[in-house]
């Protein structure tokens, strides 16, 4: 069935290549989110080639030894149903395995659901995409909202990991160094929330936002407030029922529903009530 099709690892070499299949499909993600996946995890991610074309691609993270989280997944239209997904996706695995990673979780598309079930990975919830285009209304301005430097650093991380159950620090201080904006919420010197908004290909991105209930929504709104009028895509975890009453609220429409999914053990497990805002569907 995949007569042809070699997998490898993927290289800076393919990432003009991979970005023109990610732009086919229409996601949101650029190339320099393409460098920060092969800067995070240069061995744990792979592309499908044949007759030396990029056909396919998935890639993984490892945040220490305890999650990776898998992403990119992606087959060329005229390559599907062939094997070359699974073959893919069982590639990463197996090279996860290898490292001893405890907990390999993703957010999977419709499309990929399918895929993922056949390999054994199970439903841990779902997230809308919602998104908004034009202008966000004006936010009561607090002093507690300030811009992200460098001394708020070891606060966001500590918050980041309490939240998370895992540490992000490369992947968040690489996602504020691209940032269109980040922002954290300090009461009394203390870091009680954090968040950010980005620019993608085709959408900003808002995320991710990490928050004490209460603190997220001041965020949110600060952040928005902030922005541009272009499209505007934010991945809500369901479960975090005022993050999705925001939505609602500040006019955000459903987009599309994602499953969080996980492979043999929830070791890991996600902390909706904090995370108000994912940081992209390849990282988690
Ligand atoms: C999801 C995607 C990567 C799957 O790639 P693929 O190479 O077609 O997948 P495979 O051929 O390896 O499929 C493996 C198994 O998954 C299941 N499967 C795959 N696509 C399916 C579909 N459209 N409907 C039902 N089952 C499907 C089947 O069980 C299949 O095995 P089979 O063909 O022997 O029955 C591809 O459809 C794609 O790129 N979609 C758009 C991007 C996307 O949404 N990616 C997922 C991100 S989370």
Redesign the pocket.
């Given at each position: 069935m995949h007569y042809g099709v070699t997998i490898r690892c993927l290289t800076s070499a393919d990432l003009r290549e991979v970005d023109q299949l990610r732009a086919e499909?229409g996601w949101n993600q650029t190339i320099s989110d393409w460098r920060r996946l092969l800067a995070l995890a240069p061995e744990g991610c792979f592309a499908a080639e044949r007759n030396g074309k990029i056909a396919?691609t998935c890639t993984s993270v490892c945040f220490g030894d305890e999650l990776a989280w898998i992403g990119m997944?992606?087959?060329h239209p005229a390559?599907?149903?062939?094997?070359?997904?699974?073959?893919l996706l069982r590639s990463c695995i197996e090279s996860l395995r290898r490292r001893g990673l405890k907990c390999i979780k993703?957010?999977?598309?419709p499309?990929?659901l399918?895929?993922y079930t056949?390999i054994g990975f199970l439903p841990e919830c779902t997230l809308t995409r919602w998104e908004h285009q034009g202008l966000l209304p004006d936010a009561e301005p607090s002093s507690s909202v300030q811009t992200l430097s460098e001394k708020h650093w070891p606060g966001v991380l500590a918050l980041d990991s309490q939240t998370m159950g895992i540490s992000r620090a490369f992947l968040l201080q690489s996602l504020a160094a691209t940032s269109l904006l980040a922002l954290v919420y300090v009461s009394e010197g203390s870091i009680l929330g954090f968040g950010m908004l980005r620019s993608g290909a085709r959408a900003n991105y808002l995320g991710p936002v990490v928050a004490l209930p209460g603190i997220g929504e001041m965020l949110v709104r600060v952040l928005l407030s902030r922005n541009d009028d272009r499209l505007t895509f934010w991945d809500v975890l369901d479960l975090n029922e005022p993050a999705s009453a925001l939505a609602r609220q500040l006019g955000f429409t459903p987009a599309r529903p994602l499953t969080r999914m996980y492979l043999d053990t929830n070791t890991v497990p996600t902390n909706c009530e904090k995370y108000w805002a994912t940081a992209d569907?390849a990282t988690g």
């Open positions: 499909l396919g997944m992606m087959v390559s599907r149903r062939q094997g070359i997904g699974g073959r993703l957010d999977a598309t499309m990929g399918p895929v056949h569907p």
